[in-house]
């Protein structure tokens, strides 16, 4: 099991957390949404739980939960800006689908 993220998002990660003042790292996590089936969730982590799997890439941690790996399995988490406008964007092997907005997926 990998999930990985690209220099960008690992720099994000590192800069938020030093922003906050704590934690360990970014949590990504997946949920039932949307026209297609799953979203992504975003929290940044405070503590890992005890069914939680711990990714270092970059300097920088990516937390998730054991029973949402079977869907990021091979996750690569990166953070883009275009224009005025910066997010997290996920290259997701699983994916066998997406919603016309992008807001959801199948696997």
Do not use: W
């Not at 949920?31 to 405070?46: N, Q, T």
């Not at 503590?47 to 996750?75: C, K, M, Y």
């Not at 910066?86 to 907005?101: D, L, M, R, S, T």
Request: glycine residues 12%; neutral net charge.
């Amino acid at each position: 099991m990998n999930v990985a993220l690209t220099e960008s998002a690992a720099n994000r990660i590192k800069k938020q957390l030093a922003s906050r003042g704590k934690g360990v790292g970014l949590r990504v996590g997946v949920k039932k949404s949307g026209c297609s089936g799953y979203a992504y969730v975003l929290d940044y982590a405070d503590q890992p739980g005890p069914d939680d799997t711990l990714f270092e890439s970059h300097g920088a941690t990516v937390v998730v939960a054991r029973d949402h790996l079977p869907i990021l399995n091979g996750l690569t988490v990166d953070f883009q800006r275009e224009g005025l406008n910066e997010a997290f964007k996920f290259i997701n092997p699983n994916v066998k689908a997406e919603c016309g907005c992008g807001e959801s997926f199948a696997v």
